[in-house]
């Protein structure tokens, strides 16, 4: 029998989260291993999960609920309550008690959505990624400690290892339909992820090194699953390396200008708890060229191109991609929609061509649309009719790799 679709894609989403010495591990015998409640009318059970994903411009919290029925192997994500704050925990680096009371302030939702009764059964995780990865090792400590201090505080139940920083490998996430999969393209403050199911030998091959493939068992078969973060590639970590800012002395004085930016634009801008003097560049050539030969600098060399990036896999795309495409006018804020990659460069062209009528969408708007641009192109190799599917959800659950890390944390639980 095969599984259902919300099934099938609550199993990929798991191997997702999964670390690589587990993708080998059977995921067909977690009804031993998950917390329940009995449900004596259907003879199903329903338990909580609440996760915190810890971005590099905010902090987001996933409360799932889920379903498992007697009848089926696995349990079925039954809903999903999601909430976000900005900005993000590295904000914070330098005052790590208030990180602290922002995931106090996000746990009134978990609060609310899981009944009290289930409180002290209702796992609680936190798992960071490149914002405080590019944090100093003890500023990043010293939030994760105020994090963990707040959790041991709530009445929810706290894992070994409840909060920390994910390695860039388990960023990624698949969904996959019987022949037809599905890749994944996810663009952070810090970081950028690719995931997809490759069909040629290859593309596995021809992989720069074992970091950019996970295996997983499934229904018998194994599966090799072309998946890697890029550290530093994020919209907002791309931003600070086109402006030559990224680890750059003497920011309290220093101006650090860009074609991409108006050419009359001067202004403060502050990310991963520092603040920068950014302008545009009055003295020389401004516009979408001149931009993209700065941009293909943070990509070219970096970004690894797959062997292949079939037109028949369906590529989402979310995050960053789904925000800027909504700024550049090319997609519904809320029903989200179908783009090529031509259209993120026609309307980086547009975008960098009328500068001087953007700002008050965003100054950055020429630079952001140009990065996607480049990293879609020159970073993975997509061509300009390759199509991309924009959305924050998939079968309505909020595209993150949360739900999978969330998964993983079940089988190391054993909660009864």
Known sequence: MKPSGPLLLLVLLATA???RAQFGTSLLDLSGILPSLSRPANHSRIFYAVMFDAGSTGTRIHVYTFIQSNSEPLPVLDNEMFHSIKPGLSA??????????TVRMLLKVAKKTVPRLDWKRTPLVLRATAGLRLLPATKAQALLDQVQLVFDESPFLVPDNSVSIMNGTNEGHLNAHATKTVGILDLGGGSTQITFLPKLRKTIESAPDGD????FGFLNSTFELYTHSYLGNGLMAARLSTLGALGAEGLEWKV??????PSKFRDDWSFGGLTYQVSGDQDGRAGYKTCYQEVLKVVKGIIHQPH???DSNVFYAFSYYF????DAGLINNVQGGTVRVRDFKKRAKEACSKMS???????FLCMDLTYITCLLKDGFGFKDSTVLQLTKKVKNVEASWALGAMLDHFHKLKIH
């Open 92 to 101: 914070y680096a330098d005052y790590p008690e208030t990180a602290g009371e």
């Open 323 to 326: 925000d800027r495409a909504v």
């Open 308 to 310: 292949e990036l079939e």
């Open 17 to 19: 989260g999964l670390s």
């Open 256 to 261: 650090f200008k860009s074609p991409c930016l």
């Open 212 to 215: 950019y493939v996970a295996r």
């Open 357 to 363: 009528e953007f700002p008050a969408v965003s100054p």
